[in-house]
């Protein structure tokens, strides 16, 4: 269903790990899914925007976790 | 080093092994050999002998200049520096200013935003800003003649590192202190060179007066330098179109492999550096299998670093900071050399996807 959301865990995960995890979530979905990968890597904060761009997907942003993670979202096309 | 630099060296340790400092014979012929080798240092860098100064390694020569300029700006405590810079920069530049450091962005090819480095030192409170040369990671070289217009009508003093391009290509023109490391044109490790403008103001900020070297530094070492340099230079066009097509072969085979992001200015850039990037590739993974074919390259990815940090340059230009390969081809390169390389790659980054359980690459 378009405009849907899911949430990827990838914390723990180092680099690479966080990016293939969140691109086999995105296998599949459809158009204007929002999808969000929670990951504790620092890389990941520059990885994921970079994904987004390579793999023709929006980046939307990121926000602090409370639990000291990073949550970066973005919206598949 | 190549075999003649070597014998620079054996020749500076046979004549040039005493103190420079000091008044008898072998000093003399010490400091002698000292002096010329400085001057064809500077002559090279388009500096005057008298405003060169050698120092004990590239990051001392950061570290005095960055001081001696700052503590001659009174009145002004900010350091403004380009995203890009070395760390060795960075962290001169905090240590000094106490942490008032300013950095401005670079665009995604890793040019630094003039606009942004004009607004920032039309503050009064700037005493220095930092852009160097060309990147050691990704290989864009700066537009210094607009970012030297913008430094100049501030009046802030305009230092350019340059040790990433000094040997693999025209010295730059615009600056008003320059630092430059003689490992990297194939000289001796363990050396730096600061060279000022003679109306650029600096104060020693430093116990030992107008001694940049204190304890001085290895004259064997510095003639190896100067003559590694001169050899440099000799060949420097031919060497550097050669590498330049090299490396564009390289950038152009990489931007069609499959899920690779090829990083820094195609044009503007080092001859010899070129860097990228492979989506779901473990960087670590990817240069112990490049090892292993023969193949050393570096990596800006997190996971060879040991704080786990990705490459600040890399995130600087928004690129992809895992499966990074970085390489600086050395004059002794081949054609065959680059075709196993372009041949290599693709299957090594399909079996290391693979191996990750990464999803297919359109």
């Not at chain 2, 046979?14 to 103190?19: C, E, N, P, Q, S």
């Not at chain 2, 942004?116 to 040369?133: F, I, K, N, T, Y």
């Not at chain 2, 779901?280 to 112990?288: P, R």
Request: charged share 20%; net charge negative.
């Amino acid at each position: 269903m378009a405009g849907e959301a899911v949430t990827v865990d990838a914390t723990g995960l180092l680099c690479p790990l966080p990016i293939i995890e969140l691109a086999k979530a995105a296998r599949g979905r459809e158009p204007g899914t929002v999808l969000t990968v929670v990951c504790t890597d620092l890389a990941a904060r520059v990885d994921v925007p970079a994904w987004a761009r390579m793999t023709g997907h929006a980046f939307v942003g990121e926000k602090k976790t409370d639990g000291g993670a990073v949550a970066l979202t973005v919206r598949l096309r | 080093m190549t075999n003649r630099t070597l014998e620079a060296f054996h020749a500076g340790l046979a004549d040039g092994w005493a103190d420079p400092s000091r008044l008898h014979t072998e000093s003399r012929r010490a400091r002698q050999l000292l002096d010329a080798s400085r001057e064809a240092i500077a002559e090279a860098l388009g500096a005057r002998p008298e405003h060169t100064h050698l120092t004990q390694s590239p990051h001392a020569a950061l570290e005095r200049v960055i001081a001696g300029v700052f503590t001659a700006r009174r009145g002004r405590d900010r350091i403004v520096a380009s995203a890009v810079e070395r760390d060795a920069t960075l962290h001169a530049a905090h240590h000094v200013s106490g942490g008032r450091v300013t950095t401005v962005a670079v665009d995604a090819r890793g040019h630094v935003d003039l606009d942004a480095l004009a607004a920032e030192v039309e503050v009064p409170d700037v005493a220095l800003a930092a852009v160097q040369h060309a990147n050691h990671e990704i290989g864009t070289v700066q537009r210094l003649a607009r970012v030297a217009e913008i430094t100049a009508a501030a009046r802030v003093p305009l230092l350019v590192d340059a040790t990433a391009s000094i040997g693999h290509g025209p010295s730059p023109a615009h600056w008003d202190a320059l630092v430059a490391n003689p490992a990297d044109w194939g000289g001796p490790a363990g050396l730096g060179v600061v060279a000022l403008r003679p109306q650029t103001r600096w104060l020693p900020a430093w116990p030992e007066g107008d001694d940049w070297a204190p304890g001085g530094v290895l004259v064997p070492a510095v003639l190896a330098a100067a003559v590694a340099l001169q050899e440099r230079r000799e060949l420097l066009d031919a060497t550097s179109l050669r590498l330049h097509g090299l490396v564009a072969r390289v950038r152009e085979a990489a931007s069609a492999w499959p899920g690779v992001d090829v990083v820094g200015d195609p044009d503007e850039r080092l001859p010899h550096v070129v860097t990228f990037s492979c989506l779901y590739v473990d960087g670590e993974a990817l240069l112990t299998r490049l090892d292993r074919e023969g193949i050393a390259v570096g990596s800006g990815s997190a996971c060879t670093t040991s704080t786990l940090e990705p490459s600040r340059v890399l995130a600087a230009v928004g690129a992809l900071s895992h499966g990074n390969v970085r390489m600086g081809l050395h004059p002794g390169v081949t054609d065959a050399d680059i075709d196993r390389l372009v041949a290599l790659m693709p299957r090594v980054i399909a079996e290391l996807r693979a191996e990750a359980g990464a999803p297919e690459v359109a």
